[in-house]
């Protein structure tokens, strides 16, 4: 089944303390993008990667990293986290030459 | 100014109804415009697309451009209580992957 996959789905943490957030899809798509939803802002880009060791910053870049060592993972490290980055994110994908986003289940983070 | 605008809504019509949602967007380069539907706690899926302007008809669902109006639309013919969702317009400009999304209109569709 074609899919983007994020883990965990799910985390509560603390301020400070380094987290990952891992993206992966098995459609072979150049296309990785992580967003973040908040209430009556929408989905805002934080970063796009092309394709593999290529990656860009979006709109709200900072305080996270990203990397794209391989085609089909596309982690978003968050290296300090703040309450202010309490969210949902989604990982999305799109194959080249493509329109269509596949968005992953999305992962509702708290940072306390 | 918000680069995509939407009524937050929410927007409630009748079973049967036709649901009529609106975007407006302000780069005028932009070429490619989707609308995507988002249930509560999952996330958005891909419903429509359209790069000309005019109407493009897929089932139950109109998407309506106008870009000399940098305007968008998207119409719900016979609302079912299933489309009860929030519907995200976004934007692509001219070049690109990036897509812009407007924060969303929620639609409720009452039986």
Known sequence: EAQVTQNPRYLITVTGKKLTVTCSQNMNHEYMSWYRQDPGLGLRQIYYSMNVEVTDKGDVPEGYKVSRKEKRNFPLILESPSPNQTSLYFCASMGRGGDTQYFGPGTRLTVL | ?111
């Open chain 2, 1 to 111: 100014q918000k680069e995509v605008e939407q009524n937050s809504g929410p927007l409630s019509v009748p079973e049967g109804a036709i649901a009529s949602l609106n975007c407006t967007y302000s780069d005028r380069v932009s070429q490619s415009f989707f609308w995507y539907r988002q249930y509560s706690g999952k996330s958005p899926e891909l419903i429509m697309s359209i790069y000309s302007n005019g109407d493009k008809e897929d089932g139950r669902f109109t998407a309506q451009l106008n870009k000399a109006s940098q305007y968008v639309s998207l119409l719900i013919r016979d609302s079912q209580p299933s489309d009860s969702a929030t519907y995200l317009c976004a934007v692509r400009a001219e070049y690109g992957n990036k897509l812009v999304f407007g924060a969303g209109t929620i639609l409720r569709v009452k039986s």
